[in-house]
Structures are given as C-alpha cells and as structure tokens.
C-alpha cells in the first residue's frame, strides 16, 4: 500500500538556507549538496538564514564562536563586533515559532551559527586563541528545543548509515502526525503494527512499552496516549539500529514460512545470515529475500511492516562511504 493511500503525510523538516536555496553564505556561496537535494522534493521545508536574519548583510565578513565573559558569543574578527546576543535572541524566538511537531532538522556543517556538532569554538576573542569543538549558536537552540527530533548536518548524512537512520526517523515521525490526525486508536494500533519489526531493530524495550501504551489497558483518553505514544517513539528513534537485533528480526520473520522453503533455501538463508553477521553483505540483501518469501507466500502481515521500506526507495543511494556499521 503506497503512502497516499495510508493519508500519510510529508515530513516537515528545517533546512539550513545556503544548502541550495540561496547565495547567503558569507562569501556569497551556495552549498550543493546531492542528498539534500533528492529529499527537498519528499518533504516540505522550512528554510532560513539566521546570519541573514540578524542583519549580516552578504557577502559579509566571516564570524567565529569564541568563548567571551564567560558565555559563548559570536565574533567578527574583520570589525571587532560581537553579534552573540543578536543571534541568541533571534535563534530562540525563531525556534521557539516553528512547528512544535516538526520531524527533523538539515542543518550546515562546522558554520559558527547553524553548526550543532563540530564547530570551533574559540577559547577568547584573541585572534591566536586556540579553539575546541563544540555548537553554533543557531544550533545550540535547535538541540535545546528538539533534543529529541533527528538532526544532521549535510556532511554526516554522505554517511549511509546516519542517512538511513534520520530518513527512517523523518518518514516514521511524519507516519505518526498522521495517526495525531486521525486521532482514532485505530490509527495508532495500526501504526504500531506495521512498526513493530522496525522499532524492534532500535529498542526492543521501548516497542514493547509502545505496544503497552497502545493495549491501553487503564483505558486512558486519545488526548493522553497519543502523547505519551509519542515520546516513546521519539525516544526509540534517537537510539541507533542494532545489527544484532536485525538477525532477530529476519530470523523470527523466517520461521513464518520456513516450513515451506526447500532445504537449499533454508541453508542459502542461514548462510546470508552469517555474512551480513561477519559484515559481508549489507542488510539489504536479507530483507530483499524476505520481502520476495512474503511476496511468494502471501504474508500480508509483513509485506505492511515498515521495516522493508522505513523511507522512500528513491531516496536510497549506497554510493556512499557508509560502508560500515555504527553499532
Ligand atoms: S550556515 Fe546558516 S548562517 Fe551560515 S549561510 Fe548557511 S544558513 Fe546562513
């Protein structure tokens, strides 16, 4: 069943405006950037400039984080003005004013204001001071505000495996509006139906508290369990998939149908298990095996799971370096 025909709706996620939407970097740059542009068609975004918004002017001479009595503020070594404050007040009320339920955050890189993890932070305002790493001003208020929403930057997501991972959170947090939309028990227990293998993948403790929160065996309101459904789910997506956990899954899927398969199958299947367990096939490969045995043996049941498709297939690209695995 394609997403249209669920009512499902598109993530709304905030991306860093120089990533390909306009020349406001402080040399009049623009970032082109393949994985964020292949998305921008799948999501509806939010897009901004907080240097721009603060006033900055383009081209603009550069700014640096510097650690400046005893806070954080931003520096422009060219005029000697600090903007920290400006940009503090401006970043809170700007985030504070975005969509309470938005799924997820594209943020630029190593840049002093939208940067949240790998931005020198100078040690003083001295031009030979040395710096550490640490978070853009505009970022730190996107981290205080949605700590718990996915958030990457577009270098991190050239990486396959962090892609996946905050794809399959964006899409699965826009999946659940839908249910807040809806705002029907029938929503959210198919929701949780159909994520059930995927969730399990993050945290298996955290999907079977869910499936609790679903039974809703104190018979609490919608109003009540739609939230707490939420931060649960929230929860379980900042955590990272488990390699180990996926042999569980395609396993316990397996033995559904197992009893139909030839000797050979079975055995070729076992073998493809030990491979992706020695890191020799991707995951892919497996739940593609799968997928074709549901197909074949009409299991309805899983051919709904999520876990076969967490996010659209065009957005897949494995020309990438995330070869490895990050669990
Ligand atoms: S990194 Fe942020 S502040 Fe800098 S140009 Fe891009 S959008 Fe503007």
Known sequence: MNS????????????SRCLGYERCRWNAEIIDDACVEALKPRVDVVHECPEM??????PRDPVRVVRHDGDLDLLQPASGAFFGANMREWSRA?????????????????????????VKVYHSPASDSGAAIGTGLFGAEVLRRFS????????????????????????????????EAAASI?????FHARHKYF???????EMRALGSIVGNLEK???????????????????????????????????????????REEKRY???????????????????????????????????DQVLFAPYPLELVRITDSGKGRDS
């Not at 918004?53 to 383009?58: E, K, N, R, S, V």
């Not at 004013?97 to 940067?115: E, M, W």
């Not at 577009?154 to 999946?175: K, Q, W, Y």
Request: with cysteine; net charge positive.
């Open 53 to 58: 918004a603060i006033g900055l002017g383009c």
């Open 199 to 205: 969730l399990l993948l993050y945290n298996q403790k």
């Open 4 to 15: 249209s025909s669920r009512g499902e709706l598109r993530p709304c996620v905030f991306i």
């Open 269 to 303: 299947f076992m073998n493809l298990v030990e491979q992706y367990r020695d890191e020799r096939i991707p995951a892919s490969v497996l739940l593609n095996l799968l997928y074709g045995w549901a197909i074949r043996f009409g299991e309805s049941y899983l051919l």
């Open 186 to 190: 029938a929503a959210l227990v198919e």
């Open 220 to 262: 609490k309101p919608l109003r009540e369990v739609l939230p707490a459904y939420r931060a649960g789910l929230e929860r379980a997506l900042a955590g990272t998939p488990k390699f180990s956990s996926l042999i569980n899954v395609v396993e316990h899927a397996f033995g559904g149908f197992s009893d139909s398969l030839s």
């Open 148 to 179: 718990n929403r996915p958030i990457e930057d577009e270098g991190r997501l050239r990486n396959f495996s962090l892609r996946e991972r905050f794809l399959s959170a964006i899409f699965t947090l826009a999946r659940f509006r839908a249910v």
């Open 94 to 118: 700007f985030v504070e004013n975005l969509p309470a339920d938005i799924d997820g955050f594209i943020l630029k890189s190593r840049s002093p204001s939208c940067g949240w993890k790998d």
